[in-house]
């Protein structure tokens, strides 16, 4: 399929577009050893040997999708200045560039995305299309009807109102108080605020769903691959069109 010849540079993760067509028009871009310096170009990259700097740029990469099990004790950022095991630790075996959706806190752990699938992540994360997450926190405290319903409609936090979100209280058998909420935001810290916000703490924080995904079958520190059903369904409620 003929694309722009910028649209190929930046999709194998040289630059960004518009510094892909800086490349081009500085003439450091050839096609099949010629080179152009035109932005209307449009070439089958199958088909012809595009280079940069005359470094030939590779095939795009293949998109690839993982849920990860994250356990409690790495921080889900690739890099971490301090020198903490991150989620990527996890994946060294992956040739792809993945990165993670979001973010879970280092003492967070469950369900997270990896992807090298930028448009996907990028609806993912999207405010507009409220992607359900739900959390299970064991907490210290009473979290009384009054305070269930003051997180359930909303609660001031000190970056504003939080919006609607369902909770549910959950039966333990070691006498700890644990509940389920799911909130569409993503904000810092947001499920630790909310409860500190009514007198509770967090003292275990595990987010058991993300965009309709569980962790069903894929243990602590483990991940799978998505299905091909799966990421159709993510594209649709990231509002992605294929
Ligand atoms: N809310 C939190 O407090 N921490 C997380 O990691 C995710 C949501």
């Known amino acids: 399929m003929e694309e722009r010849l910028q649209k190929i540079i930046s999709r194998a993760g040289i630059a960004s577009r518009r510094a892909a067509e800086g490349l081009i028009l500085a003439g450091r871009v050839t ?4 080179t152009v310096t035109e932005l209307g170009v449009k070439v089958d990259p199958a088909a012809h040997e595009i280079a940069v700097d005359g470094v030939p740029i590779g095939a795009p990469e293949r998109k690839v999708y993982f849920l990860f099990n994250k356990p409690r004790g790495c921080v889900s950022t690739a890099h971490d200045d301090r020198g903490r095991r991150t989620v990527l ?3 060294r075996d992956v040739p792809e560039r993945i990165y993670p959706v979001g973010r879970l806190d280092f003492d967070t752990q469950g369900l997270l995305l990896l992807t090298n699938d ?4 990028n609806g993912l994360l999207h405010p507009r299309y409220e992607v359900e997450k739900t959390y299970e926190a064991d907490y210290d405290g009473d979290l009384t009807p009054e305070k269930q319903e003051r997180l359930r409609r909303g609660i001031r936090l000190d970056d504003g109102m939080t919006a609607p979100a369902q909770l549910e209280i959950l039966p333990t058998s070691n006498g700890r108080n644990r509940a389920a909420l799911t909130i569409h935001e993503g904000r810092n810290r947001q499920v ?3 409860f500190a916000a009514v007198g509770c703490d967090v003292r275990r924080l595990k987010r ?3 965009a309709g995904l569980t962790l069903a079958g894929v243990k602590e520190g483990a991940r799978r691959t998505l299905t091909s059903k799966e990421v159709a369904a993510l594209y649709g409620l990231a509002g992605v069109k294929v």
């Open 31 to 34: 096609l099949d050893g010629q």
């Open 118 to 121: 930028g448009t996907l992540m």
């Open 192 to 194: 630790r605020r909310m």
């Open 89 to 91: 630790d996890y994946f």
């Open 208 to 210: 058991v769903r993300f």
